[in-house]
């Protein structure tokens, strides 16, 4: 019998950082020299589907954006969003669509008018570019 793993890159990625504590471990390690400053019982899962129009006079388009990861929590008592986006090859338009990602919910946010000012954002990608696979 042979067993196949039919997990795509992405789709890992989200099931491993879908864990709190591995989540946790790996932003403080990577924004926090592996300072304990994100806790994972304090974690909130965010809504991350979001959507745009884009209008360019000829026709409208409307974009469908998801993000791998999106907690919420607090960082010495400040509410901040933390991401983990995962690529699996390099994009040179990775930077639009991080900044795309950030703006949707600063605009999401500032419809929303109980918020005294808007959650900061932390967005950590990690490319996984893999040119020659062997076959385990």
Not at 92 to 114: A, D, P, S
Request: with cysteine.
């Amino acid at each position: 019998m042979i067993l196949t793993n039919n997990l795509t890159p992405d789709s890992a990625c989200r099931s491993f950082f879908s864990n709190d504590t591995y989540f946790t471990s790996f932003s403080n390690a990577i924004l926090f020299d592996g300072k304990q400053v994100i806790h994972p019982e304090r974690l909130v899962r965010y809504e991350n589907n979001m959507s745009l129009i884009i209008d360019d006079t000829k026709s409208a388009e409307d974009k469908k954006r998801r993000r791998d990861i999106v907690v919420k929590t607090d960082v010495d008592g400040v509410c901040c969003l933390f991401s983990i986006e995962h690529q699996s090859t390099i994009d040179k338009n990775m930077v639009i669509r991080c900044g795309n990602y950030e703006m949707l919910e600063y605009l999401k946010q500032l419809k929303n008018k109980k918020l005294k000012r808007l959650v900061p954002q932390v967005m950590i990608v990690f490319i996984q570019e893999i040119k020659n696979r062997i076959p385990l």
